[in-house]
């Protein structure tokens, strides 16, 4: 176990005592991560008079903070940028503590809580680079007795190879909690074919324990070991970066895994490749294997599940169905599947889909398509889509699309060793990380998706197999406009009773663009909603640096404000101890949403209250 320096910076204002029932307690409100909350002060017929009442800033200039803040028992914890935990009077964004480490590794999107039995005291465990850092909630000092006083490293190879976030191996999101185990799972970079897997594992939240690990690529003698030919062995990925979903009352934890280790080139790995871009149900005390349900077969697109699943119910007929509802970026396909069985809800039809002409490449022959709800990101393009938006938009995608001779087959055309594939809906397009919000009361799940395209042309590689020359390039103009027609962004309401679209609207504009009369087009997005139970929806996500919400019922946009940098992230609403809802948003910079971008934004925390 290494020694990783750590440093403590503490500023103390008085005591915290009162319990507020209104908290915002993970990152998703609850183990389920239905993003939904029971405050109803904020409606629809008011919300046109929230005002900015504070902001926290983290005196940082960076383009990327995918925060969302936490708050329980009146303090509410955010992550920074460099690995770091603040803690803040949420009424009013003053600093009460700080903790610093110089952990090397991106920050997570929120810390999470365990709030202690008759032995141990409450925790904030949180992720930095390879290591679990358990904290002291109310003073921000390490938990000595966890981990080394504190911090735990939780890489596969231990100590890791390079470091701190060795392979590229790093936590990037929080673990989630049942009982006294901690759950989490890593990213391992994707893009190597040999180096550790993101296997999921659990840690007593009390010593830091190893209590189970779950093999993401099954090992011989393991059931589905057969999916993957010779190329099992030392395989990379896939990844666990996104958010684990616990149904507490079942005692299962639900993973959405990533990519294999070679995300666009599978020819050294012949089958469907399970574990990978599966929903992966598990029991949470034991890591025994329930069910899966793959949502990619032999991904090589980058197609990894980056959303948590989100625990809903579905009504049918008089019966109530609890059910798993997973978002992919591939066309924003909505699987909504059985919790206890893994089985689809509404049909999932497995259809043809084109093959590779790299050789040695064996792709799947099928893939499934969910029949509701239809997916409703773009799935494919012709030269004739290409955007008229501009004259010099028009212009700058066409001469491209004719100088590299480019393709779009439809959803799962493999990137090709002749021409460029255009693949929809891109390596950050479709349902992203910010994953689904669930309203129960109106049985809607909302969600946020981008149509943004990535290219792909495959060459030879040093190694005997192929890698993709254009990885992650965007097919988007000078301006960094989409190629393609509008919509470009959109918020789309589900039903999930009927599995019928209710509404879909654009989600951002560009100010640029309005003032020449054309109408909204949506922007790419990162980021996710969350729902109220007076009927609003709640987004940033957006590259305008808008924070906006919605009638949940018909998608019409109440308020917006305009902050000072793009809000790539979730937000987050509560009830302070004045009896005031606040609604708060992490402004960071565009993150992915504007890769290769200099501009750099001062990172604040931004909170909302009405008058």
């Known amino acids: 176990m290494k020694n990783v320096g750590l440093l403590i910076t503490l500023i103390l204002i008085g005591p915290v005592v009162t319990y507020s029932q209104n908290d915002w307690r993970t990152y998703g409100n609850g183990p389920g991560h239905q993003r939904f909350s029971t405050l109803t002060q904020i409606t629809p017929q008011n919300v046109s008079t929230l005002r900015q009442v504070w902001t926290f800033d983290l005196k940082t200039m960076g383009?990327?903070?995918?925060?969302?803040?936490?708050?329980?028992?009146?303090?509410?914890?955010?992550?920074?940028?460099?690995?770091?935990?603040?803690?803040?009077?949420?009424?009013?964004?003053?600093?009460?503590?700080?903790?610093?480490?110089?952990?090397?590794?991106?920050?997570?999107r929120a810390v999470a809580y365990w709030p202690g039995d008759s032995e141990e005291s409450p925790r904030l465990l949180y992720g930095a680079g390879d290591t679990l850092i358990a904290l002291d909630p109310k003073s921000g000092k390490p938990i000595e007795s966890f981990g080394n006083k504190g911090v735990l490293n939780v890489h596969p190879v231990n100590p890791a190879p390079s470091g701190g976030g060795g392979f590229g191996f790093?936590?990037?999101?929080?673990?989630?909690?049942?009982?006294?185990?901690?759950?989490?799972g890593a990213s391992e970079g994707e893009n190597a074919v040999v180096g550790p897997s993101g296997d999921p594992q659990a840690f007593d939240v009390k010593t830091g324990k190893l209590i189970w690990r779950f093999h993401s690529v099954p090992q011989p003698g393991e059931p589905n070991h057969d999916t993957w030919g010779a190329g099992w062995k030392d395989r990379g990925g896939p990844s666990l970066w996104g958010l684990l979903t616990v149904d507490t009352e079942r005692g299962l934890v639900f993973l959405p895994t990533g990519n294999p280790g070679g995300s666009f080139y599978g020819?050294?790995?012949?089958?469907?490749?399970?574990?990978?871009?599966?929903?992966?149900?598990?029991?949470?005390?034991?890591?025994?294997?329930?069910?899966?349900?793959?949502?990619?077969?032999?991904?090589?697109?980058?197609?990894?599940?980056?959303?948590?699943p989100?625990?809903?119910?579905?009504?049918?007929?008089?019966?109530?169905?609890?059910?798993?509802?997973?978002?992919?970026?591939?066309?924003?396909?909505?699987?909504?599947?059985?919790?206890?069985?893994?089985?689809?809800?509404?049909?999932?039809?497995?259809?043809?889909?084109?093959?590779?002409?790299?050789?040695?490449e064996e792709t799947a022959h099928t893939q499934p398509f969910p029949t509701k709800p239809a997916p409703w990101a773009r799935l494919g393009m012709t030269k004739a889509e290409i955007t008229t938006v501009t004259p010099e938009s028009n212009k700058f995608c066409t001469e491209w699309w004719d100088k590299e001779q480019m393709h779009s087959g439809g959803p799962y055309t493999p990137h090709g060793a002749t021409g460029t594939?255009?693949?929809?809906?891109?390596?950050?397009?479709?349902?992203?990380?910010?994953?689904?919000?669930?309203?129960?009361?109106?049985?809607?799940?909302?969600?946020?998706?981008?149509?943004?395209?990535?290219?792909?042309?495959?060459?030879?590689?040093?190694?005997?197999?192929?890698?993709?020359?254009?990885?992650?390039?965007?097919?988007?103009?000078?301006?960094?406009?989409?190629?393609?027609?509008?919509?470009?962004?959109?918020?789309?309401?589900?039903?999930?009773?009927?599995?019928?679209?209710?509404?879909?609207?654009?989600?951002?504009?560009?100010?640029?663009?309005?003032?020449?009369?054309?109408?909204?087009?949506?922007?790419?997005?990162?980021?996710?909603p969350i729902a109220t139970a007076s009927g609003l929806v709640f987004i940033g996500a957006t590259k305008d640096s808008r924070f906006r919400a919605f009638?949940?019922?018909?998608?019409?946009?109440?308020?917006?404000?305009?902050?000072e940098a793009p809000a790539i992230a979730t937000p987050m609403t509560f009830s302070g101890r004045n009896g005031k809802q606040y609604v708060v948003i992490a402004a960071g910079g565009p993150g992915d949403t504007d890769r290769g971008g200099a501009a750099e934004y001062a990172q604040k925390l931004v909170a909302f209250a009405l008058p």
């Open 170 to 184: 790093s936590i990037s999101s929080p673990p989630a909690i049942y009982k006294n185990l901690a759950i989490l």
């Open 63 to 108: 383009r990327k903070w995918e925060n969302t803040p936490v708050v329980v028992e009146n303090i509410m914890y955010i992550t920074l940028p460099n690995g770091g935990v603040v803690a803040l009077e949420p009424e009013t964004g003053k600093e009460i503590w700080r903790f610093e480490t110089p952990v090397r590794g991106r920050s997570v």
């Open 421 to 528: 594939t255009v693949a929809f809906s891109g390596t950050v397009g479709g349902g992203n990380w910010g994953g689904v919000a669930f309203n129960p009361q109106l049985g809607y799940i909302f969600v946020n998706t981008s149509n943004l395209a990535t290219l792909g042309k495959m060459v030879p590689s040093n190694n005997g197999g192929y890698g993709n020359s254009l990885a992650y390039t965007r097919f988007w103009d000078n301006n960094k406009y989409p190629c393609q027609q509008p919509p470009w962004g959109e918020l789309v309401a589900v039903n999930a009773n009927t599995g019928n679209i209710a509404w879909k609207i654009p989600l951002g504009i560009y100010e640029e663009l309005i003032a020449k009369g054309i109408p909204p087009t949506g922007t790419p997005n990162l980021g996710g």
């Open 310 to 360: 989100a625990l809903i119910d579905v009504v049918q007929n008089g019966r109530r169905i609890p059910a798993v509802a997973q978002v992919t970026k591939m066309g924003g396909m909505l699987f909504i599947l059985d919790r206890l069985t893994g089985k689809p809800i509404y049909a999932v039809e497995e259809r043809p889909v084109p093959t590779s002409d790299v050789p040695g």
């Open 267 to 308: 020819g050294d790995r012949p089958g469907s490749n399970l574990y990978s871009v599966s929903v992966l149900a598990l029991d949470a005390a034991t890591g025994k294997y329930k069910w899966h349900f793959q949502t990619t077969h032999h991904d090589l697109w980058d197609s990894d599940l980056a959303a948590a």
């Open 551 to 563: 009638d949940a019922k018909s998608g019409k946009q109440l308020w917006f404000a305009k902050l």
